[in-house]
């Protein structure tokens, strides 16, 4: 009891790194990293890349000579998959600072959000560019226009992707018909979105005339898109609504569809409203099918059924692709990168929105 | 309001597979009968065919016939809604509607199915059954709170209130207190005891001391082996169940020699 | 007793049981039904230009001649985005399942959403304003330095609109498509296995080769397979980043042409056979991702029965 031994270290920590020693290395990849560039011209993005090389080797070569090959290896892992994620950030970090450095300008240009483009044309433009008169035109038509069109494919495919849910949960038992729906469901999930605008354009033309461009056309396309999502995400919901709360509704003598209606759905709604809002995130921002059902506009329409039709993506596409002014797309970069933070920050809004529904609507619980 | 229960020659499958072979049992009205039996002998799976619950089951099949004071639950054109509101149940584990409030979920049976009700008839039936399951005093202040938010005993209580509500002849009851601590157990079991002046009860118990607590008549259902059917072995009062079985594996089994 | 006092029905209740399940079957069969009109329009769509003398198609020399170089030009973009995406996106989603703190991982995991959740025309407007601008002095140097490889001939775009800045930006947006996908396979990865290869005194690392990769390599296939499909039909971020051309073998110089972005551009003024013309190239482009979804789904499915995780 008397004579405890005095060590300084454990016997278990031997011959490893001490905790400390990634800061070590990263503090002296930093300042190398930092000579390196001073030699070739500096710039913040390259000193980043020669300090997570220099980082990685230093410690990976240091560890080799204390720990053996294994452990040396599973640094060299760590660090790869380290710098993967890192890696994937910088696209996600460079579009959202591009956005905002180039849409900026454009959103706070009064008349921005209140007005079309409804008689701007590239003399304008070239007066806003060269004597610096204010930028005019608005995305205001493309504005409703998306929000028409994709209104419209919600109310299409929410009733058919809930039903069809319902059908592969309450009603499919692993039927064929059940198991080729899924089956075909995940396939269509993987349809290119501008097959899904091709489709509707092309039934439309055989259906109603060649040259058929509205609203509606453009909605059709999206709920192919959005159709699968839906179906998905109600499906899963559905799944974990727990069994015996069925039971419990038919053995009061409660019929299945209203045992469906009153028991399973209330019970997913705030998962399936989720999903929904999900799935609407995903389609207002499709581009490629609504340029080839919904035509441009540059006036306001308020009628899905007849005429062109703007919406905010193809807005976008067409100011960067085939500006007002073809002499000086100045004007038209600064309306579309606007547009597009618009559209960024609808998308990131119904995201939240669906977070914060599944929150909301998530069944009670406490006394 | 209580009706009896005649079972004549009735052998459940699942697919092709005889789950429970050749019942034969005559439950009276105003009763308490237990069904005791190691697992998988297919007492939980024969009361579910007593109010054809076995049906939501992908496969589940009866033969022969139930009669629920003479009118066969599978006769031609018998409605097995018709039947569960005739023929409640009460499950293993408490499941009240997690959307719905205490009050609601009294009322579930009479709201799901779109009847119309005024609403002095409404909390009347509310409080009739609150106070027919014994949890009338533990919840009226709070009628309007979830009803997940109550114990696990008070649930299964809120579930048999909900049960009652839809005003049933018979209540079968599926292992009702093996989810619940002993206090809780206390509780549904005398609430049990009332219940049979009024309605008759089935109850299916892995518990040979609460059968032996609540039931009349008991019925003990055995396997000969895995893949077997199920059949019924004995049934009679609970007293010469327990205390002088004529059958050598009811005893076996009642005495704790098996299963 | 003659009578089944049981069979008094409740009235319209067995009726409402129908007409809702006949709905929810109509509503699936519907979608079938929508799958199969795809196909179906298409084809009709498209045969005009199948079907129509070789000199009226654009280019003179029939639909086959009109089709292959832009196939192959989808391909290049998908294999590009594809080599950069998969190992990236395979780290990535360690680092959310085995590497991050627990703590950590789900709101990790969001912000890879996040890349999913960016629509593919601001990806589009980002690859042409501001990557091809940035990248084009690194295809000036592999065209000095590695010029003597056909892929990398020079000059290169002064521009940087070139297939391999579609490629990088397709590669961004298949990412999150991979990575969502085998974050999950691998969080399904069996614990057995995983404290197996930890208790026989294995690094993280040896773990992972040793229990992760192996149960996950089937979703790793089909995710990637996945993210093929999403390249291939990805139109936005080719139609605004590349400039267009015949079919060059240099990635680093302009040319080349995707299906998609091909329909994209010409489509809103197209008339006439042209727009036949284009709706077989969409055609074609259905059915090329069709295969490669139908062979995806397959392995999973295939996975799913074998694994018994489900």
Not at chain 1, 30 to 57: C, D, E, P, Y
Not at chain 3, 93 to 100: E, K, T
Not at chain 3, 111 to 120: E, F, K, N, R, T
Not at chain 3, 157 to 172: D, E, N, R, Y
Request: charged letters at 15%.
């Amino acid at each position: 009891m008397t004579a405890t031994v005095v060590r300084k270290r454990s016997a278990l920590t031997k011959g490893q790194l001490p905790k400390f020693a990634p800061y070590i290395v990263l503090a002296v990849a930093l300042v190398v990293a930092a000579a390196i560039m001073a030699l070739i011209g500096f710039n913040a993005f390259g000193w980043g890349i020669v300090a997570a090389i220099l980082f990685a080797v230093g410690l990976v070569s240091w560890s080799g000579a204390v720990e053996g090959a294994r452990k040396a290896k599973d640094k060299l892992a760590t660090c790869l998959v380290v710098g993967a994620f890192l890696i994937a950030l910088l696209p996600l970090i460079s579009v959202i600072v591009t956005v905002l450095i180039n849409g900026i300008p454009g959103l706070i240009t009064p008349g921005f959000l209140g007005t079309s483009m409804n008689g701007v044309t590239g003399a304008f433009d070239n007066k806003a560019a060269e004597e610096g008169a204010p930028v005019l035109g608005g995305i205001y038509h493309a504005l409703m226009g998306t929000i028409q069109i994709t209104l419209l494919a919600t109310v299409i495919s929410v009733p058919v992707g809930l039903l069809t849910s319902i059908y592969l949960v309450e009603y499919g038992n692993d039927r064929p018909l059940a198991r080729a729906i899924t089956f075909f469901v995940d396939v269509m999930t993987g349809i290119p979105s501008i097959v899904a605008g091709l489709f509707a354009a092309a039934f439309f033309f055989a259906i109603v005339g060649p040259g058929t461009k509205t609203g509606a056309v453009a909605a059709v396309a999206l709920s192919v898109l959005m159709i699968p999502v839906v179906v998905r995400s109600s499906e899963e919901m559905l799944k974990i609504v727990p069994n015996e709360l069925r039971e419990a509704s038919y053995a009061l003598g409660v019929r299945k569809w209203r045992t469906i209606t009153k028991v399973v759905i209330p019970t997913a709604i705030s998962g399936i409203a989720s999903g929904v809002t999900l799935a609407i995130a995903r389609v207002i921002g499709e581009t490629a099918p609504i340029l080839v059902t919904a035509g441009f506009a540059t006036t306001i329409n308020n009628n899905v059924f007849g005429g062109w039709m703007a919406s905010l993506p193809t807005f976008i596409y067409t100011q960067i692709l085939n500006p007002t002014s073809p002499s000086n797309p100045g004007p038209s970069d600064q309306r579309a990168w606007g547009a597009a933070l618009v559209l960024i920050i609808l998308v990131m809004l119904l995201n939240l929105g669906a977070r914060l529904i599944a929150r909301m609507f998530a069944p009670k619980t406490g006394r | 309001m209580s009706k009896r229960i005649d079972v004549k020659d009735l052998n459940v499958y699942y697919g092709n597979f005889l789950a429970v072979e050749d019942v034969n049992i005559n439950i009276q009205a105003k009763s308490v009968t237990a069904f005791i039996g190691p697992s998988g002998c297919g007492k939980s799976t024969f009361l579910r065919t007593l109010n054809r619950m076995h049906e939501v089951l992908p496969g589940a099949r009866v033969e022969g016939e139930v009669l629920l004071d003479g009118d066969n639950l599978y006769g031609p054109g018998v409605d097995p809604v018709t039947v569960r509101t005739q023929v409640g149940m009460v499950f293993q584990r408490p499941n009240p509607f997690p959307t719905m409030s205490i009050r609601d979920n009294v009322l579930a049976g009479v709201k799901l199915n779109n009847k119309k009700i005024s609403k002095g008839a409404a909390d009347a039936l509310v409080e009739k059954s609150l106070v027919g399951a014994n949890l009338w005093n533990e919840v009226k202040d709070r009628l309007d709170k979830p009803g997940s938010g109550l114990s696990g005993g008070q649930q299964q209580r809120l579930c048999i209130a909900r049960a009652i509500a839809v005003e049933p002849q018979v209540i079968l009851m599926d292992e009702p207190c093996s989810a619940l601590d002993p206090i809780s157990t206390l509780a549904v079991e005398d609430l049990i005891n009332e219940l049979k002046d009024q309605y008759t009860v089935v109850i299916v118990t892995h518990n040979m001391q609460q059968a032996a607590r609540v039931s009349d008549k008991t019925a003990f259902f055995n396997i000969a082996g895995t893949g077997k059917p199920g059949k019924l072995i004995e049934f009679a009062d609970t007293t010469s169940i327990f205390n002088n079985p004529s059958q050598k594996a009811t005893e076996d089994y009642v005495s704790g020699r098996f299963g | 007793m003659t009578t089944n006092s049981l069979t008094t029905s409740q009235g319209a209740g067995r009726a409402g049981d129908k007409v809702f399940s006949g709905a929810a079957m109509a509503a699936g069969c519907l979608i079938l039904a929508v799958l199969f009109g795809v196909a179906l329009f298409l084809v009709v769509q498209a045969i005009p230009a199948l079907t129509a003398p070789a000199a009226d198609i654009q280019g003179g020399h029939g639909f086959f001649a009109y089709i292959a170089p832009i196939v192959v030009g989808t391909l290049i973009a998908a294999v590009i985005a594809l080599v950069i995406a998969t190992p990236v996106a395979i780290g990535v989603a360690l680092f959310i399942s085995h590497y991050a703190p627990r703590r950590l991982a789900a709101g990790l995991g969001y912000v890879v959403d996040l890349l999913a959740a960016i629509p593919s025309v601001v990806y589009g407007a980002w690859g042409a304003a501001f990557l091809a601008k940035e990248i084009s002095p690194a295809y000036d140097w592999l065209a000095t330095y590695l010029g003597w490889i056909p892929i990398f001939e020079g000059p290169a775009s002064a521009t940087g609109k070139t297939i391999l800045t579609a490629g990088i930006v397709l590669s961004v947006m298949v990412l999150p498509i991979i990575t969502s996908l085998s974050r999950e396979i691998f969080l399904q990865t069996p614990k057995l296995h995983e404290e197996a290869a930890l208790a026989l005194g294995a690094t993280r690392w040896e773990m992972i080769k040793m229990a992760v990769l192996p149960f996950g390599r089937p979703g790793i296939i089909s995710a990637i397979m996945l993210g093929l499909g999403r390249a291939l039909g990805e139109t936005m971020a080719v139609a605004l980043v590349l400039s267009s051309g015949v079919l060059t073998a240099s990635l680093i110089q302009s040319g080349n042409q995707t299906i998609a972005a091909e329909i994209a551009l010409n489509f809103p003024e197209a008339s006439g056979l042209k727009v036949n013309t284009l709706i077989a190239a969409g055609l074609v482009l259905f059915v090329i991702t069709l295969g490669v979804n139908m062979i995806a789904r397959w392995i999973i499915t295939r996975h799913k029965e074998f694994s018994g995780a489900n």
